[in-house]
């Protein structure tokens, strides 16, 4: 009888825990892949898949003026990460260039308080290759890196900026960068953000 009782408990309580289970499982399932679908803005070509994995889309910020150094903006500046997959059985080149986000500037109305590009240091990181620092400035035409993606492979980039520890400008100043992350690929078609799809997925 005791045995009896005891089997009817272990199964009860085996009940419950496999409930309480399903419960936990189900919603955290369902919060990750939103969470990450508001995060993912697909472009697909022939060629390539591109995937800004940030909430901000292809576009880069900096709002205040923090001078560092460049050991100290790999470590603490936002990294704005991107996927690019290819889709072909062949080798394709593609580059990335960072231009001013000419649009946001005109909203923001500020022009007169742009970080010259000669004072902002930006870093490019494909998949666990060395990071390539430049001065923003420096880039011809606004080519950060130049690339060629084996055939249906994956390349993982993470790109940085910050302010240059030699800036002289005023430590703490609101003063503002704008830029916008392109993708081009070998017939110079470019990736870009379509702002329906973008606040869909963002609802």
Aim: proline residues 2%; charged residues 30%; negative net charge.
């Amino acid at each position: 009888m005791y045995s009896e009782i005891r089997k009817r408990e272990i199964i009860k309580n085996t009940i419950f825990i496999i409930f309480i289970l399903i419960l936990a499982v189900i919603p955290t399932h369902y919060i990750y892949y939103k969470f990450q679908g508001n995060r993912d803005i697909d472009f697909s070509s022939e060629s390539l898949d591109v995937v800004y994995h940030e909430t901000s889309g292809d576009k880069l910020t900096i709002s205040k003026v923090t001078p560092v150094t460049d050991s100290v903006g790999l470590s603490s500046s936002k990294a704005y990460n991107i996927s690019i997959k290819n889709n072909l059985t062949e080798r394709v080149n593609y580059k990335i260039r960072i231009l001013q986000d000419v649009e946001t500037i005109l909203e923001d109305e500020c022009e007169e308080y742009l970080i010259p590009e000669d004072d902002i240091r930006i870093s490019v990181k494909v998949n666990k290759k060395e990071n390539k620092i430049y001065n923003l400035s420096e880039l011809e035409d606004g080519v950060l890196l130049e690339n060629t993606i084996e055939a249906l492979a994956n390349n993982n980039i993470a790109i940085r900026l910050w302010v240059n520890q030699d800036s002289t400008l005023p430590r703490g100043a609101f003063l503002h960068y704008h830029g916008i992350i392109q993708v081009v690929e070998k017939d110079y078609s470019i990736a870009i953000i379509d702002e329906d799809e973008k606040n869909d997925g963002l609802e």
